[in-house]
Every structure is written in structure tokens, then in C-alpha cells.
């Protein structure tokens, strides 16, 4: 999997290199326990995902709440994006929306715990994450990356009644009929037949008679 570097066009398969959404823990603790802080991360490039291309041209926007005390913090936060991916059917660019929310609690590392870091759940739905200092900075990036990637939908259509691309010929049959003959075997059926009749030489009819490509 290639990399990405900045540049447009390129694949993402990871967190962009200068994400960065990160808030005062002390703040928050001096505000009385509350914060409410907005991130705009972009994405210059794709995310490459459920083998499609996820193109953003706006930056993603997160908007935060934190609350609590020395011992823990709590965060509500709510992700919005819009991007666009081919559509499955027809496979022109679809432009879709993605709204996420989580919770994330934040507690301080305890020192008996050597090296872990990070937890994956609280066990009720929230995320848990350990940090070094309450009253530190917190970087949330990780965890919007992760949010932003698994809402991307693994199928978008151009609309609901997208009639797709035409099996024989490959046009977008939303944009007319082809010449293609309605009644002609789907290819994509041929293939089955073949598959199944590898599988049972006991075929109906004489042995060279095959329905998909025998046609003279
Ligand atoms: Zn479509
Ligand atoms: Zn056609």
C-alpha cells in the first residue's frame, strides 16, 4: 500500500501526516470543568478503503465537549464530513455525508502499568484512553481518524433507482439504452455456468454445448 504524502490524488492508508486536534487538559480543569473546542482537519488525497476511493475536498470537522476533573475526562464529539466515492452501481462520483458520534474517556496512566498506553473500550460503548497527564495536552487525531474510517459507508448509489452499468456493453444505463439485446445471457451468469459445469461434466445435452459463448 502505497503512502500518503500531501500530494492530491494520493492513496491514504493511514492517519494524514499533519493531523493534529488536541486540547489542554488544565484547561479544562480551569474552566470549571468544562471545554468545548472545533477541530478542521483536511485530507488532501484518498482514503483507500472496502477497495474504493474516498475523495475529501473539504477538511473534516469535529466539534468536541470535555468535561471532568483531575481523576478523568469525559468527551462528547460529533464528526462531520462530506466526500464522494464512485457509486457501486454505475460508478460515477456520488457525493455522500458522514456524521459520526462517539465518547471517549480520558484517564491518567496509572503508574503500575508500565508501558500500556491505551485500552479499547471502557466496556459500555465509550472508548478508553490512557494518557500520561490529565493536565496535559491531549491529541484526539487518532481517535477522529479512527472514527472517520470505520463510517465510511461500504456502498454508495448515485440515487435509489441508479439502473447501472449494462453487463455487455458497459454503459450507464441511466443515461439511455444501449443496443445491447435485453434477452442476452448476463456474462456474469456465464461465468457461474462454467464454474458449475467444471464442477459436473454430467451437463445437459451434448458435451460441447456450452450457453454462454457457443454461439457461431
Ligand atoms: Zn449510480
Ligand atoms: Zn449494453
New binding site residues.
Given amino acids: 500500500m502505497k503512502r500518503g504524502n500531501g500530494d492530491p490524488g494520493t492513496d491514504i492508508g493511514g492517519k494524514p501526516p499533519g493531523w493534529s486536534c488536541a486540547f489542554d487538559g488544565a484547561a479544562v480543569i480551569e474552566e470549571g470543568g468544562t471545554l468545548s473546542f472545533r477541530c478542521e482537519l483536511p485530507i488532501s488525497g484518498c482514503i483507500d478503503h472496502w477497495g474504493q476511493k474516498y475523495r475529501f475536498n473539504e477538511p473534516v470537522v469535529v466539534d468536541a465537549r470535555v468535561a471532568g476533573d483531575i481523576s478523568g475526562l469525559g468527551m462528547d464529539l460529533a464528526l462531520e464530513a462530506r466526500a464522494e466515492v464512485d ?1 457501486a ?2 460508478l ?1 462520483p ?1 457525493l455522500f455525508q458522514v456524521s459520526e458520534k462517539g465518547h471517549i474517556f480520558f484517564k491518567p496512566l496509572p503508574e503500575d502499568k508500565g508501558d500500556q498506553d491505551k485500552a479499547d473500550s471502557a466496556g459500555d460503548g465509550d472508548d478508553l484512553v490512557f494518557v500520561p497527564s490529565i493536565e496535559g495536552e491531549i491529541d484526539i487525531s487518532d481517535q477522529v481518524w479512527e472514527y472517520l474510517v470505520v463510517s465510511l459507508p461500504e456502498k454508495v ?3 435509489e433507482g ?1 439502473l ?1 452499468l449494462c453487463p455487455s456493453c458497459g454503459k450507464n444505463r ?1 443515461r439511455g439504452e444501449c443496443s445491447c439485446p435485453t434477452s442476452g445471457p448476463d456474462p456474469r451468469l456465464g461465468v457461474l455456468a462454467d464454474l458449475m459445469k467444471d464442477g459436473n461434466d454430467e451437463a445437459p445435452g451434448k458435451g460441447g454445448n456450452s450457453n454462454g459463448n457457443a454461439k457461431e
Fill in positions: 457509486c452501481r454505475c460515477e456520488t448509489l448515485c440515487s441508479c447501472g441511466n
